[in-house]
């Protein structure tokens, strides 16, 4: 049960209405409204009193801006909805979330049988698309932290802000192996190796609580199925070209022991197993996943993950065939839900699509929905507002960003930084900018520079930690710098993307704006330490003689003092790197064992050894 969630009375009533095909029972009380009955009772009864029309409805989840009104749940019958990356209600805060989510809500439990809705984000850092929530570090840094303990905290803390704002699905974690670094979603694997990710689906534990329905339990979602940071090319939705046992031993792993952890829903891959899509691969969702692996939750389509099968824009009758057929037991139709209804009743009346698979799929989503307790409190849980961005949960992402920072370089001791009686220069663009340290998915599907959530950017973590007798300047283009300064803090990298439109086929180097910052430092003379913001690996070795240290900050997040607190040597850096850092873009993929000459080695980290007064 989800403990606190309310209902009112008219609400309540709304969901006791039952349809006039529905048997009576004894005190005309439907078997599944009775939470003292079995999952399985429940959802055998309500099954019975269902339409087609009410299965099909069950099995689409439409994004929220793709339903006119609320109405349009009640008479689609809709069993979910979701918002996309840049889906966010106006204005941007916690309690509009839970007031839009208890709408829709209230719209499914006012259809004849009154099944509640299940509502999914892609809280992937961090209940990310919410202002004001906290932002840990994306999963690249948490793997290169080596904590499954911390990770499952992460999991927890998400879940309690995601519960706040009354959504109940959480589409992570990304337990991508990633391949090859040109990948546009590297920054959302754990790693290069099924090791990393398997530890971290400690995750799914935090999110989802030891079983569903407790306290601030929300589904969890292994994606995305399965193969996609293998890709040819690092291409984002492109072609992983392996023999079956290569991808059972790499990309299967995390998925085994996502299932093994009873996590809830698996997110179908955009990309292709040797050139059959994902999405229509019966073999690997339905014989692999479903019954050799034993997963009894709920598939789920990608965005508009169907439509992607042939190719051409415009979902058809083959590819809905295809895709149910295949085993896919949701379908994220963002728009098009009514045309997918359509279409889909259509197959089953002709035959092409077996009742046994609308049953499978619907036997699937409703037991996550009783085994969740949205029969029993479907409103969101208000207790849970105070979570969002707490103190508590930003002292945890302060201590993931600790943990995740790799120190790669310390020529003479360089750092740490000494708090007092140091004259430091900081420059970079993203000293200062909370959005290139945050990255993608973050209050938007691509992200943005710039301010575009509360928290501590790197450099108001530098001047926080150093002693009055320190001065502290900042030019963002390094201008102004001379010799009498002590040390130069360069903040480098990338500037936010998500998949597709941050792959780099190309060139992987920092790009002209960082070139010229750090030349400036270098022609100064004072010793530079550089702290690279990035979602992988970049290709910095022509650069990396010139400066005197170098930490991998990853994507840090909204907490940036952890950055500091490792420069100023308050956490003795731990972080170890969970992919092989390249030579140059040309080595692209490098992979641990494949005998390529890196320039730092996988699990590569430095620690600083000597005692410091400070």
Known sequence: MRVGRSITLGVLAAALTVSAHAPALAGNQPAYKDARRPVSARVADLMKRMTLDDKLGQMMQAERLGVKSPADVTTGRLGSLLSGGSSQPTPNTPATWADMYDGFQKAALATPLGIPLIYGVDAVHGHNGVYGATVFPHNIGLGASRDPKLVEKIGRATAEEVSGTGIDWD???????????????????????????????????????????????????????????????????????????????????????????????????????????????????????????????????DYNGVDKIDGQTGFTPDEVEASINAGIDMVMVPYDWQKFIDTLRTLVQDGKVPMSRIDDANRRILTKKFQLGL??????????????????????????????????????????????????????????????????????????????????????????????????????????????????????????????????????????????????????????????????????????????????????????????????????????????????????PINVGDGKPALFPFGYGLRYHQRFPW
């Open 171 to 301: 589409f992570a974690p990304c337990l991508c192996v990633a391949r090859n670094d040109r990948w546009g979603r590297t920054y959302e694997s754990f790693g290069e190796v099924p090791q990393l990710a398997t530890e971290m689906t400690s995750i799914i534990t935090g999110l989802q609580g030891r079983s569903l329905g407790g306290p601030a339990s929300v589904l969890a979602t292994a994606k995305h199925y399965v193969g996609d940071g293998g890709t040819t090319g690092g291409v984002n939705e492109g072609n992983t070209q392996l023999s079956e046992q290569e991808l059972r031993a790499i990309h299967l792993p995390p998925f085994k022991e996502a299932v093994k952890r009873g996590v809830g829903s698996v997110m179908v891959s955009y990309s292709s197993w040797n050139d059959v899509k994902l999405h229509a691969n019966k073999y690997l969702v339905t014989d692999v996943l479903k019954k050799e692996l034993g997963f009894d939750g709920i598939v789920v389509s």
């Open 375 to 588: 029969f029993e409190h479907p409103l969101t849980d208000r207790r849970y507002l105070g979570t969002i961005g707490s103190q508590e949960h930003r002292n945890l992402a302060r201590q993931a960003v600790r943990e995740s920072q790799v120190l790669l370089k310390n020529e003479h001791n360089v750092l740490p930084l000494d708090k007092s009686r140091t004259k430091i220069f900081v420059a970079g663009k993203s000293a200062d900018d909370m959005g290139n340290q945050a990255g993608g998915w973050t209050v938007g599907w691509q992200g943005t520079s710039g301010p575009v959530i509360p928290g501590t950017t790197i450099l108001q973590g530098i001047e926080k930690t150093v002693k009055p007798s320190s001065t502290v300047t900042f030019s963002k283009d390094g201008s102004g710098i001379d010799k009498s300064f002590d040390v130069a803090v360069a903040v480098v990298g990338e500037t936010p993307y998500a998949e597709t439109k941050g792959d780099r086929p190309g060139d992987m180097g920092l790009d002209a704006t960082d070139l010229a910052t750090l030349q400036k430092l270098h022609d100064s003379g004072v010793p530079t330490v550089v702290v690279l913001v990035s979602g992988r690996p970049l290709d910095i070795a022509q650069q990396l003689p010139d400066w005197a240290g170098l930490i991998e900050s990853w994507l840090p997040g909204s907490e940036g003092q952890g950055v500091a607190d490792v420069l100023f040597g308050d956490y003795n850096p731990t972080g170890k790197l969970p992919v092989t850092w390249m030579r140059s873009a040309d080595q692209q």
